[in-house]
T-cell receptor, first 115, second 112 residues
Framework: AQKVTQAQTEISVVEKEDVTLDCVYE???????LFWYKQPPSGELVFLIR??????QNEISGRYSWNFQKSTSSFNFTITASQVVDSAVYFC????????????FGDGTTLTVKP | DAEITQSPRHKITETGRQVTLACHQT?????MFWYRQDLGHGLRLIHY???????NKGEVSDGYSVSRSNTEDLPLTLESAASSQTSVYFC???????????FGDGTRLSIL
């Protein structure tokens, strides 16, 4: 089974719509770290957020928000009032203590925001 | 500003040739990683290193090798390039497992 599952391969929305990108992970560790990265059409990978397993507090940064729920092993990412510049591939990643610091990436969700 | 650079950005080569992709970081990070990105597969780990003279195989290491002679560099070598190794390659570094990875801009490699 995949350790990080991003079930949504592609999502298309119209500008100003809200959109949630799902991330479900699997681990036996009690200490682990979750990350979201953005890959815009230009190709570089940009770090967005980190969350450790002991901090279930949701986070909001401008139009971006993240909902971490250990009970469902999910770390979902919501973009409010989407913009064309949000069009990108978004990756969720898991880093486990027992996996010696390596990150396991999901397959990514391609978000297209149409004007 | 600290950065991580990859070279070349694009390369076309023929099957059977040896190819080396360079990765140089000025973050002074101990951890360095090489990934390949293919459609539908996300990022897959090829090799990684936790410090000078340390190298480890990732999930798709066959046909690739790395060496770590200093903190800054982790070159990736394709011993005998195969068409299946056509991909986009990313190098990354991190300070520790609880910190995000910093990525280079990628190398697009085509093997004909």
């Amino acid at each position: 089974a995949q350790k990080v599952t991003q079930a949504q391969t592609e999502i298309s929305v119209v500008e100003k719509e809200d959109v949630t990108l799902d991330c479900v992970y699997e681990t036996r560790d009690t200490t682990y770290y979750l990350f979201w990265y953005k890959q815009p059409p230009s190709g570089e990978l940009v770090f967005l957020i980190r969350r450790n397993s002991f901090d279930e507090q949701n986070e909001i940064s401008g139009r971006y928000s993240w909902n971490f729920q250990k009970s469902t092993s999910s770390f979902n990412f919501t973009i409010t009032a989407s913009q064309v510049v949000d069009s990108a591939v978004y990756f969720c990643a898991l880093s486990e203590v027992t996996n010696a610091g390596k990150s396991t990436f999901g397959d990514g969700t391609t978000l297209t925001v149409k004007p | 500003d600290a950065e991580i650079t990859q070279s070349p950005r694009h390369k076309i080569t023929e099957t059977g040739r040896q190819v080396t992709l360079a990765c140089h970081q000025t973050w002074n990070h101990n951890n360095m990683f090489w990934y390949r990105q293919d459609l539908g597969h996300g990022l897959r780990l090829i090799h990684y290193s936790y410090g000078v003279h340390d190298t480890n195989k990732g999930e798709v290491s066959d046909g690739y090798s790395v060496s770590r002679s200093n903190t800054e560099d982790l070159p990736l070598t394709l011993e005998s390039a195969a068409s299946s190794q056509t991909s986009v390659y990313f190098c990354a570094s991190s300070d520790s497992l609880d910190q995000p990875q910093h990525f280079g801009d990628g190398t697009r490699l085509s093997i004909l």
